[in-house]
């Protein structure tokens, strides 16, 4: 599959993945707490259920799932996240996004379909940002060639690809492509919605700590087409 293709990718077989799910889905629905999930699904607009754990709890739970389970391959990592962004509560992709974060070192460019998939289904900033910077930044890091992809996703009519091609630098700091950041901020800047806008004012804020001067001039010089949301965001620690 090519690293754009539109196509839902296929769960491929894991015995890893099915040990950490048995495990997941028992412990996750154990410890689940009705008010907090409430509360949890109104303030991400009820864009999924949730199971209402708190983040620490959620996470010391990850810890005994984990226990003495061996290190993943590619596979294993694509079968767990597609697996765990079938299940209905937000914890379960929570879980998968931190899981890809800690493994995409041991992945090549062949997971991008995969994340692509995620990043498009059940779609919402709390998982969305965290795989732009931590999975979809580290693999066009390590291949390059990438970066065409996110010259494609950039242009993409989805909110959410676009998003992320706006914010896979934000932890590349020197190793930041200026020309093709401050190319996807122009060419995204007329676009009407504020996740997009504030997309554009994160990566520039983000540059910013980095290379001040030279954001500082980009937005003197973009200021009659950034809107202000961008420019605010953009220049807020300058």
Not at 91 to 101: K, N, P, S
Not at 130 to 159: C, F, K, N, Q, S
Not at 186 to 202: E, N, Q, S, Y
Request: aromatic residues 8%; glycine residues 4%; contains cysteine.
């Amino acid at each position: 599959m090519r690293p754009n293709d539109r196509e839902t990718p296929s769960v491929p077989p894991s015995a890893l993945a099915d040990l950490v799910l048995d495990r997941l889905t028992a412990a996750y629905r154990e410890a689940t707490d009705p008010v907090r999930a409430r509360s949890a699904a109104a303030y991400m607009k009820d864009v999924a259920p949730f199971l209402g754990l708190a983040t620490p709890a959620r996470r010391a739970l990850d810890r005994g799932v984990l226990a003495d389970t061996p290190a993943p391959t590619e596979g294993d990592c694509a079968a767990l996240a597609l697996r765990c962004w079938e299940l209905p509560e937000r914890e379960f992709q929570y879980f998968a996004v931190d899981y890809l974060r800690r493994h995409v070192g041991r992945c090549s460019s062949g997971l991008l379909p995969v994340v692509r998939h995620l990043l498009v289904t059940v779609p919402w900033w709390d998982t969305v940002d965290l795989l732009a910077a931590h999975t979809v930044g580290p693999l066009v890091a390590a291949d390059p060639a990438l970066a065409r992809v996110m010259d494609e996703w950039i242009a993409d009519e989805d909110l959410w690809l676009a998003r992320t091609a706006l914010l896979h630098q934000l932890r590349y700091r020197d190793a930041t492509d200026a020309d093709r950041l401050f190319g996807y901020c122009l060419r995204r800047a007329d676009h009407p919605d504020f996740f997009i806008r504030k997309a554009i004012g994160w990566s520039l804020r983000e540059y910013a700590k980095t290379a001040p001067d030279e954001v500082r001039a980009f937005v003197t010089d973009a200021q009659d087409l950034l809107s202000p949301l961008s420019r605010r965001e953009a220049l807020k620690n300058l």
